[in-house]
C-alpha cells in the first residue's frame, strides 16, 4: 500500500513564526502536492512537483514556498505564518504514468492552528 | 463561477434510502472524473473513477454527462458507514496542475 506521511498532525503556532510541513511518500511516485483545506472552499492547491527539484504554482501560492531536494520529501514552509494561514493541510502524490487516471493518495493531513 | 460545483449538502437519509449527488464542472475539455469520500477528520481517498459509459460499483454508481458537464453518484441502499463527504474530482487535461476538486457534498446516514 502506498504510504504518505506527514511529519505533524497537529501544530500551533504564532503570527511571524516559520512553519515546516513535512511529506514523505515511499511509492516512488514522481508528483507530489500540497492542498490546503478549508470549510465550504474544498481542497486548493497551493503548490506541487512534479519531479525532484521540480516545482509548479497552484492556486494559492502567496505566502507559501517549497522544496524537494528528493524524491520522497515534499515540504511546505511558511516563512511568516500569519492567521489567515490556519487550515488542514493535506499532502500528496501521484503516479503521473497512469495518465488521467492516476490516484491521488493523501497523508492524513496537518492541522494548523496560527495564533 | 467555480470550476467545479457541488451541492455542499448536507444530505440527511434513512438507512436504506438510495441518494444521488450531482457535480457540475465549468471547462468543456475537462477529461477525467473521479469521486473521492472524505470521512470525518480523515484524509480523502479514492471511491471510483466516472467514466463515459458510467459504472457502478457494488451499491455505487457513477455517470457522466458531458452534454450538460456533470457527473453524478447514486448510492443504493445506504448504510451508516456511507456516512462521509464526497468529493468530485476533474482533471482538464493530461496535467496535474489541472486537477481540482469540488468543495464536497455531506452525507449522513441516519439509523
Known amino acids: 500500500d502506498v504510504k504518505v506521511t506527514q511529519s505533524s498532525r497537529y501544530l500551533v503556532k504564532r503570527t511571524g513564526e516559520k512553519v515546516f510541513l513535512e511529506c514523505v511518500q515511499d511509492?516512488?511516485?514522481?508528483?507530489m502536492f500540497w492542498y490546503r483545506q478549508d470549510p465550504g472552499l474544498g481542497l486548493r492547491l497551493i503548490y506541487f512537483?512534479?519531479?525532484?527539484?521540480?516545482?509548479e504554482k497552484g492556486d494559492i501560492p502567496e505566502g507559501y514556498s517549497v522544496s524537494r531536494e528528493k524524491k520522497e520529501r515534499f515540504s511546505l514552509i511558511l516563512e511568516s505564518a500569519s492567521t489567515n494561514q490556519t487550515s488542514m493541510y493535506l499532502c500528496?502524490?501521484?503516479?503521473?504514468?497512469?495518465?488521467?487516471?492516476?490516484?491521488?493518495?493523501f497523508g492524513e493531513g496537518s492541522r494548523l492552528t496560527v495564533l | 463561477r467555480k470550476e467545479v460545483e457541488q451541492d455542499p449538502g448536507p444530505f440527511n437519509v434513512p438507512e436504506g434510502a438510495t441518494v444521488a449527488f450531482n457535480c457540475t464542472y465549468s471547462?468543456?475539455?475537462?477529461?477525467?472524473f473521479f469521486w473521492y469520500r472524505q470521512d470525518c477528520r480523515k484524509e480523502p481517498k479514492l471511491l471510483m473513477s466516472?467514466?463515459?459509459s458510467g459504472n457502478e460499483d457494488g451499491r455505487f454508481t457513477a455517470q457522466l454527462n458531458r452534454a450538460s458537464q456533470y457527473i453524478s453518484l447514486l448510492i443504493r441502499d445506504s448504510k451508516l458507514s456511507d456516512s462521509a463527504t464526497y468529493l468530485c474530482?476533474?482533471?482538464?487535461?493530461?496535467?496535474?496542475?489541472?486537477?481540482?476538486f469540488g468543495s464536497g457534498t455531506q452525507l449522513t446516514v441516519l439509523p
Open positions: 466516472v467514466y463515459s
Open positions: 471547462n468543456s475539455a475537462s477529461q477525467s
Open positions: 474530482v476533474v482533471i482538464s487535461s493530461g496535467s496535474a496542475r489541472q486537477l481540482t
Open positions: 511509492m516512488d511516485h514522481e508528483n
Open positions: 500528496a502524490s501521484r503516479d503521473p504514468g497512469q495518465g488521467n487516471t492516476g490516484e491521488l493518495f
Open positions: 512537483s512534479y519531479d525532484v527539484k521540480m516545482k
